[in-house]
């Protein structure tokens, strides 16, 4: 298969429709308000529930119950809803898909460990944005799931393939198709409007030296997948753990102590996130 036969403009799989397209299309306008963004969530029930609970978790801490959409945006930030509403809406967009190769709920866990991590590593450097290394954690592996769905059957050639070798899968997936999921991933990033260093950082999470634009933001995201891996959080349907690149661990800056700590969040989070995302 060519890289356009997975990348299919027009197709449902690939782009947005209907309420889904209308909040995407808001959010990303950068010009929008906080009346403009509420009103764009609203257009979605579950997308709207899923904000709500959110913003009322102990994740944001708020000591009072957030009873409005509008006082959700107000008072979280206009930063921040984007990532959460964002999220919601990839999720439900691609729920109920016949994936073979992956179970949906572990594939989720672990892009939700990889965004948790990849945003505390954020917040470890003093990032000016960190929910937006988030969403690149969250989105990172999302190419995997367009590459499963093409394939269908096909699939387990793949696995197989993975297996006989005994390789990294994405490794198995370049000389089975001649690209991976992170080019289909950066492609359909490209397609829904996200933001260079975000289609960047879903590109070369598996090799960050190579960004030529965007390289700490990758390199988060390289380690938080590996890190992700290491602790058995969910998975995209890789069954060994990506080695981190030193250069790369030595650019973002990270301790070992800090590490533990950012680990030991992922645990607490990822339970709590799962429970409001993917119910």
């Not at 429709?17 to 308000?33: L, Y």
């Not at 594939?107 to 990849?118: C, D, E, M, Y």
């Not at 933001?217 to 390289?222: K, L, P, S």
């Not at 301790?255 to 995302?277: K, V």
């Amino acid at each position: 298969m060519r890289l356009e036969d997975f990348l299919q403009a027009d197709d449902a799989l690939c782009s947005f429709s209907g309420a889904f397209n209308a909040i995407v299309e808001r959010i990303n306008d950068p010009t929008a308000s906080v009346a403009d963004i509420t009103e764009a969530i609203e257009l979605d029930p579950t997308v709207a529930a899923k904000t709500l609970r959110l913003a009322n978790s102990s994740l944001y801490g708020f000591p009072q119950e957030i009873e409005t959409l509008h006082r959700a945006v107000a008072i979280i930030g206009l930063q921040q809803i984007r990532q959460i509403v964002l999220s919601t809406v990839v999720i439900e967009h691609f729920r109920g898909l016949p994936v073979i190769g992956v179970d949906m709920s572990s594939f989720w866990r672990h892009s939700l460990a990889t965004a948790i991590i990849a945003r505390g590593i954020a917040r470890f450097r003093r990032e000016a944005n960190v929910d937006r290394l988030y969403l690149f954690g969250l989105l990172h592996d999302i190419g995997r799931l367009i590459l499963f769905l093409r394939l269908g059957r096909d699939t387990e050639d793949l696995i197989n393939l993975r297996e006989r070798d005994g390789e990294l899968l994405f490794v198995t997936e370049q000389r089975f198709l001649g690209f991976d999921h992170t080019t289909i991933g950066s492609g359909l990033l490209e397609q829904w409007g996200m933001t260079p260093a975000h289609v960047e950082a879903t590109r070369y999470h598996h090799d960050p030296l190579a960004a030529p634009a965007f390289p700490v933001e990758a390199g988060i995201v390289h380690v938080a997948d590996s890190l992700a891996n290491a602790l058995r959080l969910g998975s995209s349907g890789e069954r060994m753990v990506p080695p981190v690149r030193a250069e790369a661990f030595e650019r973002i800056g990270l301790e070992t102590a800090a590490c533990e700590d950012i680990a030991d969040t992922a645990r607490e989070q990822l339970d709590q996130l799962a429970r409001i995302l993917l119910d």
